[in-house]
């Protein structure tokens, strides 16, 4: 099976722009979740997506959302980039159930200027 | 907030040698995992334990879980340059919010 994919893996944008990040997850995984990763906070769990349905989301501001497709993968938008949202955003899948394993994509590595 | 801390930050050890790195958390949980990052890219699951398991083996990899004291272990044999890396556990809360909670990571480098 092929793994967890998410584009662009590399982007530059500047404050205040908006970005949107993709995320396709293993086929026939139906949860998809994101994160983010700086050296200051570690990882952060942003938010996790069943079903086109959020199931869960982390303390992060109104400016990140995301969503889900019907075919599981899933998108994530920060709106007024700010330079604190430089980071390594990574997306991971798993079937959906507790106790599952997640399964992470390579991340896309966001620099804000 | 961080639900895990990984014990050491960082770690350096000479091939062949073995690599301990311990993780601590906060809350109950229903499982704990333990991850491996190369150098900032995606993350590599390398097991994962029940809270109702004590021991787990695959291949060189050893994980302990004491829920009583809020802790796993992760025991690296006979260790490679390959394996330098940061290491990384995260639990999920006993509530089933299927939201994972990463520790602070550990950071192994393995000199040939």
């Known amino acids: 099976k092929a793994g967890v994919t998410q584009t662009p893996r590399y982007l530059i944008k500047t404050r205040g722009q908006q970005v949107t990040l993709s995320c396709s997850p293993i086929s026939g995984h139906r949860s998809v979740s994101w994160y983010q990763q700086t050296p200051g906070q570690g990882l952060q769990f942003l938010f996790e997506?069943?079903?086109?349905?959020?199931?869960n989301k982390g303390n992060f501001p109104g400016r990140f959302s995301g969503r889900q497709f019907s075919n599981s993968r899933s998108e994530m938008n920060v709106s007024t980039l700010e330079l604190g949202d430089s980071a390594l955003y990574l997306c991971?899948?798993?079937?959906?159930?507790?106790?599952?394993?997640?399964?992470f994509g390579p991340g896309t590595r966001l620099l804000v200027l | 907030s961080q639900q895990g801390e990984e014990d050491p930050q960082a770690l350096s050890i000479q091939e062949g040698e073995n690599a301990t790195m311990n993780c601590s958390y906060k809350?109950?949980?229903?499982?704990l995992q333990w991850y491996r990052q190369n150098s900032g890219r995606g993350l590599v699951h390398l097991i994962l334990?029940?809270?109702?398991?004590r021991e787990k083996h695959s291949g060189r990899l050893r994980v302990t879980l004491d829920t009583s004291k809020k802790s796993s272990s992760l025991l690296i044999t006979a260790s490679r340059a390959a394996d330098t890396a940061s290491y990384f556990c995260a639990t999920d809360t006993i509530s089933g919010t299927y939201k994972y909670i990463f520790g602070t990571g550990t950071r192994l480098k393995v000199l040939a």
């Open positions: 809350t109950s949980i229903n499982n």
């Open positions: 334990i029940r809270s109702n398991e």
């Open positions: 997506y069943f079903s086109e349905t959020q199931r």
């Open positions: 991971a899948s798993s079937l959906g159930t507790e106790q599952e394993t997640q399964y």
